[in-house]
């Protein structure tokens, strides 16, 4: 299995715009978590997903954030409109329901400007 | 090389010599703790995790012990790499799946 897979690698936008990042779990897994990277904050837990149905969403900052899993093997995050703050690393983990073990993709280095 | 909580974000090791990471937890509900590595550039790679009801657990050249007395939580790395040079997060588990992590112990292995 090639792992999680985020993409874009790397997004530059400008304040304002609409920044969509997207990952495809490892197959099987049935929960996905989507994180949020700084220097200041450390990792935070955005959003988590079990069989595509959102959990728990109460890491998401603001309005402007949204996630969505359509089906088992894609989901995305939604920034509309992106802001300078949102500057961060963004991943992906997923897990299957017999380990305690999630796995991360490389993740999506936002840059606001 | 000893790190002491999360106040001392930097550890510097020798080649070879073993490695003691340190983290203190909050949550008394977790049932479970994990340490993860990030290297740079990637994302966080599970390492070994241990059970609530647990206070030692081994895996290969790691041993992570847990007294939950004090609310501690430790990674010894044994023999040193090159290759173990990264950031290391400590995660507590609680509610069956949030992941809260620590700050992160910077891990640099002297040649």
């Known amino acids: 299995d090639a792992g999680v897979i985020q993409s874009p690698r790397h997004e530059v936008t400008e304040m304002g715009q609409e920044v969509t990042l997207r990952c495809k779990p490892i197959?099987?897994?049935?929960?996905l978590f989507w994180y949020r990277q700084t220097m200041m904050r450390g990792l935070e837990l955005l959003i988590y997903?079990?069989?595509?149905?959102?959990?728990?969403d109460s890491g998401m900052p603001e309005d402007r954030f949204s996630a969505k899993m359509p089906n088992a093997s894609f989901s995305t995050l939604k920034i509309q409109p992106s802001e300078p703050r949102d500057s961060a690393v963004y991943f992906c983990?997923?897990?299957?329901?017999?380990?305690?073990?999630?796995?991360f993709g490389q993740g999506t280095r936002l840059t606001v400007v | 090389g000893e790190s002491v909580g999360l106040h001392l974000p930097t550890l510097s090791v020798q080649e070879g010599d073993n490695s003691i990471i340190n983290c203190a937890y909050s949550?008394?509900?977790?049932?479970?703790f994990i340490w993860y590595k990030q290297e740079s550039g990637k994302g966080p790679q599970f390492i070994i995790d241990?059970?609530?009801?647990?206070d030692k657990r081994q895996g290969q050249r790691v041993t992570v012990l847990l007294n939950k007395t004090v609310k501690h939580l430790s990674l010894q790395i044994a023999a040193t790499q090159p290759g173990d040079s990264a950031v290391y997060f400590c995660?507590?588990?609680?509610?069956?799946?949030?992941?809260?992590f620590g700050a992160g112990t910077t891990v640099t292995v002297r040649a």
């Open positions: 983990a997923s897990r299957s329901r017999q380990t305690t073990e999630a796995f």
């Open positions: 197959s099987g897994h049935n929960s």
């Open positions: 997903f079990n069989n595509n149905v959102p959990i728990d």
């Open positions: 949550n008394s509900a977790s049932d479970y």
């Open positions: 241990i059970r609530s009801n647990m």
């Open positions: 995660a507590e588990n609680f509610n069956d799946y949030k992941l809260s």
